[in-house]
């Protein structure tokens, strides 16, 4: 099925017939049970600070948005709830935030990022600690390097969209396409798993720009993938934009069992967004061949701040837990669990 033609992707993409989508799913599940097991991973994520300088149309965190409350955790807060997630199986954590210019930022970053190694390696029988993903943004190639010295080793940079037209047509010109893409390259350059991934359902996203995504992706090699449905936020000017023409709920399914099928050893996530879209979304992203859940362990203080888009759902860890087991997958608990694919791209 790695062979499966650009005309069958167009194809199943275009259609709206129910079977078509159930055949997909299927053999999207088959193929992640053969090729990446039936594990599920869980990645706790803190999301530290809300403070974000860019000003992408479609977010809530964007910086001329002056209706949210800002705010920033502590390092010795965030080292609490890392070690807390160490402590209750996690053995991956995802740091995320909005984007900053400033490099104190990246300082405190870096110091976050050695304690949370430290202690967790020095709470471990192995002494490998927690698998540390960061997700907060541009960062110049020497910054990368110091947070990866300092022990990170996922790197999660979603492109958003890897089409040009798309590209600008949700963000302002300061936010250029080559350098998100030099981004990607530097952290796979220094060694990082790199995740990337995009929206489904932008204001004028077609079938066509989605094939030209999943080019990117298998082009670009990366390991892990964090894509959702687009979901309007009323503060983010492209809320203001018609919507469609694809459904991003069903066409989110579709792309993540194509990007499975196509690209099989790869980390996928389920995300907060195909969660929050649907009642059913966790079960069907996994369904769909999704084998990481990240539950969000933001203290429930501030986490509504943390507001990306409308109607955003958290799940607490023991409910996604059941979830998982119900549908018939396993809680990978107590391990990294690192994407096969970089296994094997780096022996
Ligand atoms: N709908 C869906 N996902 C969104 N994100 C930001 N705004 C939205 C939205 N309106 C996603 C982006 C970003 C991640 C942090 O959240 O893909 O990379
Ligand atoms: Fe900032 Fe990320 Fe939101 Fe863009 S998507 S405004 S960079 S938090």
């Keep these: 099925m790695g062979q499966i033609s650009r005309n069958d992707m167009a194809g199943i993409l275009n259609s709206g017939d129910p079977q078509v989508l159930q055949e997909l799913l299927q053999a999207a599940d088959k193929c992640r049970r053969e090729n990446a097991g039936e594990k599920v991973y869980l990645r706790g994520l803190i999301e530290f600070s809300n403070y974000c300088d860019r000003n992408c149309f479609y977010c809530g965190l964007r910086k001329n948005n002056r209706r949210l409350e800002r705010y920033r955790l502590g390092k010795d807060e965030i080292i609490k709830l890392a070690m807390l997630a160490f402590a209750s ?29 430290e202690l967790s390696r020095e709470a471990d029988e192995h002494a490998l600690g927690l698998g540390i993903t960061l997700s907060v943004g541009e ?6 390097e110091r947070l990866w010295e300092a022990g990170a080793h996922r790197y999660l940079l979603r492109i958003e969209s890897s089409v040009p037209e798309l590209f600008e047509s949700i963000h302002p010109p300061s936010q250029r ?7 990607l390259r530097a952290l ?10 995009i929206m489904i359902g932008l204001p004028g996203q077609t079938v066509e720009h989605l094939l030209r995504e999943l080019e990117f ?17 009323h503060a983010a000017p492209l809320s203001k934009v018609k919507a469609g023409p694809l459904d991003p709920y069903l066409t989110t399914l579709k792309i993540l069992a194509l990007c499975r099928l196509t690209m099989p050893d790869i980390n996928m996530v389920a995300s907060t967004a195909l969660q929050s879209i649907a009642p059913e979304g966790l079960r069907m992203g996994l369904k769909a061949g999704a084998n990481i859940v990240m539950p969000v362990l933001t203290p429930e203080i501030v986490r509504d701040n943390y507001y990306l888009y409308e109607q955003k759902q958290y799940k607490g860890a023991e409910e ?14 107590w391990e990294w669990g690192d994407p096969l694919h970089y296994k094997k791209t780096n022996p």
């Design 177 to 183: 396409l080559e350098q998100r893409i030099e981004c």
């Design 188 to 197: 796979k350059d220094i060694g990082y798993q790199t995740g990337t991934g």
């Design 320 to 333: 996604l837990a059941a979830e998982i087991s119900s549908c018939g997958y396993v809680l990978g608990l």
């Design 217 to 233: 992706f298998r082009r670009e090699d990366i390991d892990m993938l964090g894509l959702g449905p687009y979901i309007p936020h």
């Design 89 to 117: 199986g996690y053995h991956s954590i995802c740091l995320q935030s909005g984007e900053s210019d400033d490099p104190l930022e990246v300082d405190f970053l870096v110091e976050v990022v050695r304690e949370i190694k």
């Design 139 to 144: 960062l110049e190639y020497r910054q990368y």
